[in-house]
């Protein structure tokens, strides 16, 4: 009763607001157009407004960027569908089965399962963050040390190193390169240079954004433009087709198991929505008796990833309120924004800033909700960017992705880095690569030498101390089991 | 050799090769951390062993099965394989890489030039502007007849005349070009829409989000940057 008080009172302080509906508006729209506009995401969105930040309150600042992190998530998924441009790597598993989708004369349908799917993963995830924040915190914080979150890493990328890539070693070897990628810059532990080449620019490490929008908006072009010399290029064919209730009905496990999914990972910080949706979006792969339709343009594809990667922004939000802990980019992003008002995001929040935290859980109901009405409307919109002629379409990403990778830091090498990541990407995906395992490598790759690094001297570098923790040795067994089984599937299975 | 083709045999080499690279380098960094035993550089190397058996059990499951199909359907559905593409031979790859370098020749050789014969800031400029001509001149007439080739390399060039000849002069070219490379031939909807383009850009990014582009550093196309901001803004 408390937890729904407070709710109402941070709704009300809300909606009272001019200033505040502005932003939550601004933040639902503009969430929805970085997340859904290929070759821009939520991320450039984010770093543009940081620095005007400062001259909104705490709540307002915090309040925006709570709600693109909402509808950008699912904004993400409109261009994963329609374009085979995951607007940010959460929405990649999307793509695996809703471009075919789209490629099939269902892009409408996909797009509708994505807006329900979203709504009602993000909806149900803030209600239980906002019952259930204190004791999960508690337990994941309790249960959740540095070994278990390198094995939680090495289980995700061994789930992972099955998807999108021709064989099973290739997926290795794009999740390898990813994490070769996040190795280059300070050494984690006594920030020791590795592989600068003396270029003061690699010391800082190549940052991701540049390389994620190189992988997916770049590299996406470049394969459109070989398509189209081969003759091979096909504009997808254009319908609004929402999903029935009945299929939801029809759906409704792999709903609740994605909202289990993308809660539990979400919660973790570094897992976040990107391994929630791959897990999401995996186990329901797993789970079918028809594997072979995925792939191929199956609803519950688009369904499983779409409702745990909005499943994981409300839980994303615990460690980053409670602990202070960010679990990814944008919630990053919110810990400058705490800090450009000389606050520190963690306990003390709860205590000195009880409204902004009612204001901000308020925020995100309320933004899951509107991604109901907003994303059909917006959609609709969206699909007529369709009807643009590639060859116009094409130099507008590109332009939009330069300003991106160039707004993040200024630098113009940034851009150049976003270009050859996406002249590499084209020819690694030409050759059977994943560019979707490269990048969850890279984003995974940091924190998981930082939690090896930390679960060792935990351990006083004695591996079986890994025996000795249930939650890890679990995971560590599971993600070698996962690795022995696709050994297996590659030489002895005609196909996984 | 199994069902092993060549391209098998190059691409592993390629991997085993970057290992091998990178591990040299490694020795850079081999460095003691006290309160880390493992030290600064096992886990670079440990990806690097793990490359290492990836790339050779890539090559022994194309000795088995060949190029064989994608071992899942998740997989297939992300076939972009270059089979059955006229831009899968060596001298395609040849002059692809060849136009691939030239946005990091102009990149380094002015500053080469100007080393060599001690050319102050006007001279370097000069020096680039001569680079980035002759360059612009040799991609026009490399990428004739390789626009896949040509699409690559156009963004990474855009990309190295930032710094110098900023987002606002740059753009419009960029645009144009773009849309030229993807078979777009009626010139006058290019410049109208490519204009259109650029206008909206503008106005959305610098006017509406006061985003800093790069205005460039050399001559006119410095001043036009700042130009372009100051009405802008």
Redesign the interface.
């Known amino acids: 009763m408390e937890t729904f008080n407070n709710f109402l009172g941070g709704a009300v302080t809300l909606f009272s607001d001019p200033l505040g509906i502005v932003i939550f508006f601004g933040g639902v729209i503009g969430g929805m157009l970085f997340g859904a506009i290929p070759g821009v995401s939520m991320l450039t969105l984010a770093a543009?407004l940081l620095p005007f930040t400062a001259h909104l309150s705490p709540e307002h600042g915090i309040m925006l960027f709570s709600v693109i992190y909402c509808t950008g998530v699912y904004g993400g998924a409109i261009t994963a569908i329609l374009f085979n441009i995951p607007g940010s790597p959460e929405n990649a598993p999307t793509a695996?089965?809703g471009?075919?989708m789209t490629k099939n004369g269902q892009a409408g349908k996909a797009v509708g399962a994505a807006v329900m799917c979203s709504a009602i993963g993000g909806t149900v995830s803030a209600v239980i963050m906002m019952i259930a924040t204190a004791p999960i915190a508690n337990w994941a914080i309790s249960a959740f040390g540095p070994p278990e979150i390198f094995a939680l890493v090495f289980f995700g990328l061994a789930v992972a190193s099955?998807?999108?890539?021709?064989?099973?070693?290739?997926?290795?070897?794009s999740i390898?390169?990813g994490?070769?990628i996040a190795?280059i810059g300070l050494?984690p532990?006594?920030g020791?240079?590795?592989?600068d080449?003396n270029m003061p620019y690699l010391l800082a490490g190549i940052h991701f954004i540049p390389t994620i929008l190189g992988f997916f908006a770049?590299t996406e072009?470049?394969?459109q433009?070989?398509n189209?010399?081969?003759g091979s290029y096909q504009a997808p064919k254009l319908s609004v087709d929402f999903p029935s209730f009945a299929e939801l009905i029809a759906h409704k496990f792999a709903v609740l198991r994605s909202i289990v999914i993308g809660f539990f990972c979400g919660i973790l910080p570094g897992i976040g929505a990107t391994l929630a949706s791959f897990m999401g979006y995996n186990e329901a792969?797993r789970w079918s008796k028809d594997?072979?339709?995925?792939?191929?343009g199956k609803l519950e594809g688009v369904i499983s990833s779409e409702t745990a990667n909005n499943a994981a922004t409300g839980a994303a939000m615990i460690p980053l309120l409670a602990l202070g802990l960010p679990g990814g980019a944008l919630t990053a992003m919110m810990v400058g924004v705490f800090q450009m008002h000389d606050m520190e995001p963690g306990p003390l929040v709860f205590l000195n800033s009880a409204d902004l935290v009612w204001v901000v859980f308020a925020a995100m109901f309320f933004a899951n909700i509107s991604i109901l009405f907003v994303g059909y409307l917006e959609t609709k919109t969206i699909i007529n960017l369709l009807r643009i002629?590639?060859?116009?379409l094409?130099?507008?990403i590109?332009?939009?992705a330069?300003?991106g990778a160039?707004?993040v830091r200024?630098l113009?090498i940034d851009?150049?880095v976003?270009?050859?990541a996406?002249?590499i990407g084209?020819f690694l995906?030409?050759?059977?690569y994943?560019v979707a395992g490269i990048v969850l490598g890279l984003i995974l790759g940091r924190i998981g030498?930082q939690t090896?690094?930390q679960a060792?001297?935990m351990l006083h570098?004695e591996w079986s101390g890994f025996a000795g923790r249930p939650i890890a040795a679990a995971l560590l067994v599971a993600g070698f089991l996962t690795l022995l089984g696709s050994?297996y599937?590659?030489?002895f299975k005609k196909?996984? | 050799m199994g069902n092993l083709r060549t391209g098998h045999i190059v691409?592993a080499a390629l991997?085993l090769g970057l290992c091998l690279f990178?591990y040299i380098?490694?020795f850079q960094?081999e460095?003691e951390?006290e309160?880390?035993?493992?030290?600064?550089?096992a886990?670079?190397r440990a990806?690097?062993l793990?490359?290492a058996v990836?790339?050779v059990?890539?090559l022994l499951?194309n000795w088995?099965k060949g190029d064989?199909?994608?071992?899942?359907?998740?997989?297939?559905?992300?076939?972009?394989?270059?089979k059955?593409?006229?831009?899968n031979s060596l001298k395609w790859y040849l002059w692809t890489f060849f136009l691939?370098a030239l946005?990091f020749i102009y990149m380094n050789l002015p500053e080469a030039i100007a080393g060599m014969m001690s050319l102050e800031k006007p001279g370097l400029h000069s020096a680039k502007l001569i680079v980035a001509g002759i360059v612009v001149l040799v991609y026009i007439l490399t990428m004739r007849g390789n626009?896949?080739g040509g699409?690559?390399?156009l963004?990474?060039l855009?990309?190295?005349f930032?710094?110098d000849f900023g987002?606002y002069a740059m753009?419009p070219i960029?645009?144009l070009g773009?849309?030229y490379?993807?078979?777009?031939r009626r010139y006058k909807r290019m410049v109208v829409?490519?204009l259109g383009?650029y206008a909206l850009?503008m106005i959305f990014?610098v006017s509406l989000?006061y985003?800093?582009?790069?205005t460039g550093n050399i001559g006119w196309f410095y001043d036009f940057g700042t130009t372009m901001v100051n009405i802008l803004q």
């Open positions: 543009i695996f089965d471009y075919p099955s998807v999108g890539a021709k064989t099973f070693w290739k997926g290795w070897l390898l390169i994490l070769l190795v050494d532990v006594g020791i240079p590795r592989w080449f770049v072009i470049f394969v433009a070989e189209r010399a081969k792969v594997k072979s339709e995925f792939g191929k002629p590639f060859q116009f094409a130099p507008m590109l332009c939009l330069t300003v160039y707004a200024g113009t851009v150049i976003m270009f050859v996406g002249a084209f995906r030409r050759s059977g994943s030498e090896f690094a060792m001297q570098f050994i599937g590659a030489f196909q996984v | 691409e991997w990178l380098y490694s960094f460095k951390i309160i880390y035993k493992f030290g600064a550089s886990w670079p990806i690097l793990l490359i990836a790339a059990g890539q499951y088995k064989g199909g994608a071992t899942s359907m998740i997989a297939q559905a992300h076939d972009d394989s270059s059955g593409s006229d831009h691939l946005p626009y896949v699409i690559l390399a963004p990474i855009f990309g190295a930032l710094q987002f753009a960029f645009i773009v849309m490379l993807f078979g777009e829409i490519g383009l850009l990014f989000l985003v800093g582009l790069p």
